[in-house]
């Protein structure tokens, strides 16, 4: 009999249940909306009939479920207490890992959402190779997530890895944690729209300019930048200086083996990385810049499902 495990990511707009072997191969997935407004006793009822289905799923294909890994956005404790999470309102003061512990009888582990997609890139992707690395997820917003010799560094709260949520402008543009200037303001795809937006308002020429300011996407942004639009490239170029800002500070400090960059902004890696490496090389010591490899995301949307799969096999 094969163990397998219960993998789970609990987005703002989907909920990803997968039956996922030892081996980092997805099995079975399904996915329904997330559906958080309809309240939290709602949300634990389909939660957890997911979970029933893929643990008779995965026992009539003759594995063994040995665990349950989840990933949720948001600053969770080390035992799984939900402190906060801006997409999960409903969810915060609980403690998820309890809850599914208890209604499914199965060992849990809750993990923030970028802590997974860094620990499934350890595990089965691009951080392999590495001891010590720092996983920058650019989407919406900006994620991280710390591994340190080998080890994923939750920090003595659970809350460690915000590096999304550095400084890298002192009076820089108000921030939703609170703070002024974080590395999200400028590096994740919300920021690079609002300052493509501000930009084509200050009458900057671009191909942009003839779609109308609601429609414009990052996406957008990067095909433009993709074709030569100059004025979609320079977006680009200035997330990379400023991820290179905290790229800088993080090599300095740590003297990471690498950065690895996933997320939907992260398929301009080619714009990024030139001012990234820039950026680093101009404010890092020679030898912690040089020893920092700029690397993109091996496995994408499936990478915090299969870290939630390795903790949940590991048991820890
Ligand atoms: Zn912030």
């Known amino acids: 009999m094969e163990n397998v495990c219960i993998a789970i990511d609990i987005?703002?707009?989907n909920l990803r249940l997968c039956l996922v072997d030892g081996a980092g191969r997805v099995l079975f997935r399904e996915r329904q909306p997330t559906d958080i407004d309809r309240g939290r006793d709602d949300f634990l009822g389909r939660l957890c009939s997911g979970i029933a289905r893929l643990k008779r799923k995965g026992a009539a294909e003759g594995?063994?479920?040995?665990?349950?890994?989840v990933g949720v956005p948001g600053l969770i404790s080390n035992e799984g207490l939900v402190y906060s999470s801006v997409n999960l309102r409903p969810l915060e003061g609980l403690n998820l890992r309890q809850q599914i512990s208890?209604?499914?009888?199965?060992?849990?582990?809750?993990?923030?959402?970028?802590?997974?997609?860094?620990?499934?890139?350890?595990c089965f992707g691009a951080g392999k190779g590495m001891a010590s690395f720092l996983m920058l997820t650019l989407g919406t917003g900006v994620g991280?997530?710390?591994v340190l010799n080998d080890r994923l560094w939750t920090g003595i709260?659970?809350?460690?890895?915000?590096?999304?949520h550095a400084t890298v402008e002192p009076a820089g543009r108000p921030c939703r944690c609170g703070n002024h200037g974080c590395l999200e303001q400028y590096a994740s795809a919300n920021a690079i729209v609002s300052a493509t937006l501000e930009a084509l308002h200050k009458g900057g020429d671009s191909c942009l300019s003839a779609t109308s300011p609601m429609e414009i996407t990052s996406a957008m942004i990067a095909d433009a930048a993709a074709k030569g639009d100059a004025l979609a490239r320079s977006?680009?170029?200035?997330?990379?200086?400023?991820?290179g800002i905290a790229a800088a500070a993080?090599?300095?400090?740590l003297n990471l083996e690498g950065i690895i960059l996933g997320g939907g902004v992260a398929a301009s890696f080619g714009l990024l990385v030139e001012a990234m490496r820039r950026e680093v090389v101009a404010r890092a010591f020679p030898i912690p810049a040089r020893r920092l490899r700029i690397i993109r995301s091996e496995l994408g949307d499936d990478a915090g499902i299969l870290g939630a799969a390795a903790m949940a096999m590991a048991g820890n």
Do not use: H
Not at 63 to 69: A, D, E, F, K, P
């Open 157 to 164: 709260d659970g809350v460690a890895g915000e590096f999304g």
């Open 235 to 243: 977006m680009f170029d200035e997330a990379g200086r400023y991820l």
């Open 11 to 13: 987005g703002g707009t």
């Open 250 to 253: 993080a090599a300095n400090m």
């Open 63 to 69: 594995g063994r479920v040995v665990g349950i890994g």
């Open 102 to 122: 208890e209604t499914m009888e199965l060992p849990s582990f809750i993990v923030n959402d970028a802590n997974a997609w860094a620990w499934g890139e350890k």
């Open 144 to 146: 991280s997530g710390l």
